[in-house]
């Protein structure tokens, strides 16, 4: 019997890994055989509260997929933020609320995406629609993945729908969304333990269009002059990867999840994607209500690269 399994984008962050724990569930009801959650890295300290509080295991890592392996994408579909071996891989169904990018397949598929705030919201009404019940557990974990991607529904890429989806999970989970919300929030906001190289790993996108490979990555504080003291070997470690990689621009984007503002480390050659919007003082560009990637820094650099 051909396995099946579940993941999604390398640095996970928590909709990635509770999305994966979620559509197992959901498949393993609906095909009546066992789907397996997976992860490409490490599950930072936010996800593991989220885990840990409503008792959910850490799913298994993979390094890579075997040619014809069955995947199952959720919350990312560009194969550079996938598996190794993904082109060769079956992918059976994709489960997003990402653009489409750098994404092929040699067969049919079904794919589930909707221009939301989280790719839990989508799997929130992919349970409604098959008529499958909720269990506490699978609320809760989809209740912290939209908690984490919308920044507790403050976040320009909220919708309607991630709203409504947060209240029904909430009431099934039994929690309430903003004392939970901040503490799950805030537990991921301990970057002192980390090395500025992990740092620049813990959530970050790469994007290659053509043939600019640039990266935007993102950590959440409570404080930014804290993650700023550290400043020089951020760049350091920054200036590192551009160089191995090949990289035209790294953004390196620090967000106050208490007060919804950002400030971003830019270095590169091609730092006037950001600079043609925001001056930069030192390498800082300082962006004012500026939480999300996706929405907010992402189009801006496209527009400008
Ligand atoms: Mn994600
Ligand atoms: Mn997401």
Known sequence: MEEIIVFGHKSPDTDTICSS????????????????????????DETKYALNYFGAEVPKYIEKVEEGQV???????????????IENAKIDTVVDHHRINNFQTAEPLFYYAQPVGCTSTVLFELYTVNNIEIEPKMA?????????????????????????????LA???????KTYGLDMLKAGTNLDKYTEKELLCLDAKKVEKENVKYVIAQVNTVFIPDVLKRKENIEKEINKEISEKGLSLFVFVITDIVNSNSEAIVLGERADAIS??????????????????????????????
């Open 276 to 305: 043609k919007e925001y001056e930069l003082n030192d390498n800082i560009a300082v962006m004012p209500g500026v939480v999300s990637r996706k929405k907010q820094i992402l189009p801006l650099v496209e527009k400008n690269i």
């Open 140 to 168: 809760g974990l989809m209740l912290s993945a939209i908690i984490s991607d919308t920044l507790l529904l403050k976040s320009p890429t909220t919708t309607e729908k991630d709203i409504k989806a947060v209240k029904i």
């Open 71 to 85: 995947v199952i994408l959720v919350d990312h579909n560009e194969f550079s933020q996938s598996v190794e071996g």
């Open 21 to 44: 724990i979620v559509m197992a569930d959901l498949q393993t009801k609906l095909r009546g055989k066992q789907v397996i959650p997976c992860r490409l890295g490490e599950i930072n």
């Open 171 to 177: 009431e099934i989970a039994n929690v309430d969304v």
